[in-house]
């Protein structure tokens, strides 16, 4: 089954700093790989996802993530962060169970932007 | 505007008794999705449907129950066998086309439950 790792249930910056959100996956194969944000007591909303089509990936609210199979990584990053980012990332990977494709959630990292 | 409607979003209920959180969806989706959030614990599939009808457990699925009758709509009941109901629980919805590579779950806006 797959796993997914996000290092660091909390990572804080200071507002204007670079944002770097961690995620690993087990894998091996290339899967699909998503990032989804969630505010305080809301849904998820997906910020961007990869299948295979470009390494590195643009999503919403100025957020990339670039996928690195030899590292079996998917890192989320931000050049400048904004007070606004302030919530919770999840990584999440595609798994085939069953015969249907389910996602898989790595446990999350709150994101604190310092004023 | 197409969405996912969850409700209620607070839940109370007394230890013992069944209680069943709603799920619609008006994005004419054929795939509906329950999972459990725990704080720390990042999100875990309860049960999932890919038609009308048809539903498959997810990673976590005892002591909960759902149905399928309508597209639109995917209720999920918390029975009293289940121990520890006290959660964060998310219905999503994709269109289950295509698998995830072209597909993307839209998620609602969750409800609380606490057992009292």
């Known amino acids: 089954a797959q796993s997914v790792t996000q290092l660091g249930s909390h990572v804080s910056v200071s507002e204007g700093a670079l944002v770097l959100l961690r995620c690993n996956y087990s894998?091996?194969?290339?899967?699909?790989l998503f990032w989804y944000v969630q505010y305080p007591n809301q849904g998820l909303q997906l910020l961007l996802k990869?299948?295979?089509?470009?390494?590195l990936v643009k999503g919403i609210n100025g957020f990339e993530a670039e996928f690195k199979k030899s590292e079996t990584s998917f890192h989320l990053t931000k050049p400048s962060a904004h007070m606004s980012d302030a919530a919770e990332y999840f990584c999440?990977?595609?798994?085939?169970?069953?015969?249907?494709?389910?996602?898989?959630f790595g446990k999350g990292t709150k994101l604190t932007v310092n004023p | 505007d197409g969405g996912i409607t969850q409700s209620p979003k607070y839940l109370f209920r007394k230890e013992g008794q069944n209680v069943t959180l709603s799920c619609e969806q008006n994005l004419n989706h054929d795939a509906m999705y329950w999972y459990r959030q725990d704080p720390g614990q990042g999100l875990r599939l309860i049960y999932y449907s890919q038609i009308v009808n048809d539903f498959q457990k997810g990673d976590i699925a005892e002591g909960y129950s759902v149905s399928r009758e309508k597209k639109e709509s995917f209720p999920l009941t918390v029975t009293s066998a289940q121990k520890n109901p006290t959660a964060f629980y998310l219905c999503?919805?994709?269109?289950?086309?295509?698998?995830?590579?072209?597909?993307?779950?839209?998620f609602g806006p969750g409800t609380r439950l606490t057992v009292l």
């Open positions: 990869y299948t295979s089509a470009a390494t």
């Open positions: 894998s091996s194969v290339p899967p699909y």
């Open positions: 999503a919805s994709s269109t289950g086309l295509g698998g995830f590579g072209t597909d993307t779950q839209y």
């Open positions: 999440a990977v595609s798994e085939i169970q069953g015969g249907s494709e389910k996602l898989v």
